[in-house]
Every structure is written in C-alpha cells, then in structure tokens.
C-alpha cells in the first residue's frame, strides 16, 4: 500500500521547482472510469502548469503555490473551496494556511463559511495582519477590511460531497457506536475523512514556501479544526530545510507535529528529504494508523512525495518539460 517516496533530482543553476497535492486516501484504479481519471490528471496538470508559469516569469514562490491551489480550490473534484465537504450541520467550514519559508513568517484561517479562496485570505494574514491564525466570523470581517467580498456558503455545494455526507450519517447511525458520536466518528471509515489541496515550491531566488487548503472532515462538528492551518502539523517552511504540505487524518498530522518533524530531520539530522518524509509518513504515521501523505521540497529542488494510503493526487514541475502527474501507488 506504500508508495515509493519520490525524488527528482534537479540540476539547473537557479532551480526553479513546484509540486502539488489534491490529497491522499483510498483512491483506487477500480473506482475510476477512464473519463473521470482523465479529467482528474488533465486539472492536476492545468494547476502544476499554472503554478510552473508563475516560477518561470521570475514570480516568487509564494505567488506560485498561490495560483497552483486556486485552480485547485475552484475544482469541484478536490476537497477544497468548490467541493468542499459537508459538516454536519450541512454547511462548509475551510482551512487554509501559507508559509514563507525566507522569513518564516505565516498566515492561517480556519473555519471560515464565506471566503472563495481561503488560501489568499491566509496570505492576507500572513502579509496583512499583526497575527498567524484568525478564525471563523473575525477572518471573515478582517477579509472584508481587506477588500475580499464574502460569498455564499452554498456556492461550495456539490452533489457528489452531499450524497458523502448522508452516506457518512449513515454508517454512523448503523455502527455499534451510534449513540456516541465520537466513536461512531471514529469508526467511519478513513475515506470520508480527507481530500485537502496544496502545493510546495523553490523559486529562482532561491526561497521555498508551503500552502494548504481544504474543507476537512466529512460530518465534522463543533467547530472541528484539522491540521490544514496549523503551522507545523498540515504546513511548515524554512529555507534552511525543507517547505512540506500534508494531507492526511488531521489529528494525526496535529499530534505528530507532521511537517515541522520532517523539516527538523533535515535540519538536525541531516536527512535528505525522501529519508525524512519516508520515515515520518511510513515509519512514525503508519504504525499508528495515521494516514496521508505530504509533498516536501528543499532549496535544491528536489521533491518528495510520500503517502501510506492507496493513492494521492499528486503533480510535479521542475523543468520545462512535461509535468509529472500521478494518482495511483504504482506510478
Ligand atoms: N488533513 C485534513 C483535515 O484533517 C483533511 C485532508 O487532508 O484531506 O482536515
């Protein structure tokens, strides 16, 4: 069920390089007709492609992994703004956060109902605000100071994530647990759990950033935060090491301190990238039962990109060439 990390070793001068997540779980071959894998790979490609354009005209990488995860957001097929999941109570609640891995500075939202692209709400704070994480009505109104209209929360419906949510409630109502809703939660199955969007890249001037959006958990209640805009679980970067965005049960990812433990391998261990990633997904997560993965890059621009579950949508750019595009373990 692992996947072989991935590395891509890249030569240029000023390396410029870019990779992307639409998120990891059982994603198998047998659940995809040929048209529905096509249109997966073709917007993975059109993302990769959006972000690789920006590092190439000399744009920063914070712009790179900007533009990548809102052609991600604004795709119903990813959990993340359009087509986010459904909580509970029927509505959409979004995390996003964003890290500049030059000065270390961050910017998070969680929670918020009403924002189209929560990642350039998270770059707002980061670039905007005296803060790192606002959260629910106060990131909506500090959106509002800052220019961004508030939208609809039903513009992130989808009938896809609605037939999820009722087929969630149902198991939950049918497992052992069902009057207690934390364990029947518990026991749902991992696949209602995830889906999150992000991208990592290096640009020409040698500064590496991480970025992270989604919609969370299927079913998710009061007020439930996952690891997407906690800096150091679901995104970390610094120059020094490494630029890491995670998808994956959430509190996993918050518990082990994901992206930040795989970057302070590299820092203090002196790992390569791939070894870190491998053993924090595979060998720390795994045991456990945490699943997902992450996509990690360096100041060199290499890429890794490990996961422990069936599948992650996953994308990478390092030269002019064609992108890499992948879904599966076994590519
Ligand atoms: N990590 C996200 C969360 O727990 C879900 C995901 O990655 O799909 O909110």
Redesign the pocket.
């Known amino acids: 069920m692992a996947s072989e990390p991935l590395s891509i070793k890249n030569a240029d001068k000023s390396p410029i390089a870019i990779a992307i997540h639409g998120?990891a779980g059982v994603i198998k071959k047998s659940r995809f007709t040929p048209e529905k894998e096509e249109a997966y790979r073709a917007k993975l490609t059109e993302a990769i492609d959006k972000g690789y354009s920006v590092l190439n005209r000399g744009g920063t990488s914070l712009d790179a992994i900007t533009a990548a995860i809102n052609v991600l957001e604004n795709s119903p097929f990813f959990?993340a703004g359009k087509g986010a999941v459904y909580t509970h109570d029927e509505t959409h609640e979004l995390?996003a956060s964003i890290m500049d891995g030059k000065t270390r500075q961050a910017g998070a939202v969680a929670g918020v109902k009403r924002i189209e692209n929560p990642i350039n709400l998270a770059r707002l704070v980061m670039e905007e605000s005296v803060h790192v994480m606002l959260s629910g009505n106060g990131a909506e109104q500090f959106a509002l100071n800052q220019g961004i209209p508030l939208i609809d929360n039903k513009h992130f419906d989808t009938k896809s994530r609605y037939k999820s949510l009722q087929r969630a409630k149902e198991k939950m109502k049918k497992s052992q647990q069902s009057k207690d809703y934390q364990a029947a939660h518990k026991a749902l199955p991992f696949e209602y759990?995830?889906?999150?969007v992000g991208a990592v890249a290096l640009d020409q001037y040698g500064n590496i950033a991480a970025g992270t959006s989604?919609g969370?958990?299927t079913n998710k209640r009061f007020g439930r935060i996952?690891?997407?805009p906690v800096i150091g679980a679901?995104t970390f970067a610094e120059n020094e090491s490494c630029a890491v965005s995670?998808?994956?049960?959430?509190e996993y990812?918050i518990r082990y301190n994901v992206a930040a433990d795989i970057c302070a391998r590299v820092k203090y261990q002196g790992k390569s990238i791939v070894q870190a990633g491998d053993e924090v997904i595979n060998g720390v997560l795994k045991p456990i039962g945490g699943t997902?993965g992450v996509i990690i890059i360096d100041q060199q621009g290499n890429i890794a990109m490990p996961f422990n579950t069936e599948g992650m949508y996953r994308a990478s750019k390092t030269t002019q060439d064609k992108a890499y595009v992948a879904i599966f373990s076994d590519e």
Not at 193 to 196: I, L, N, P, Q
Not at 246 to 250: F, N, S
């Open positions: 998120g959990n995390d759990k995830v889906g999150t989604t969370g958990m996952g690891d997407s679901g995670a998808t994956g049960h959430g990812f997902g």
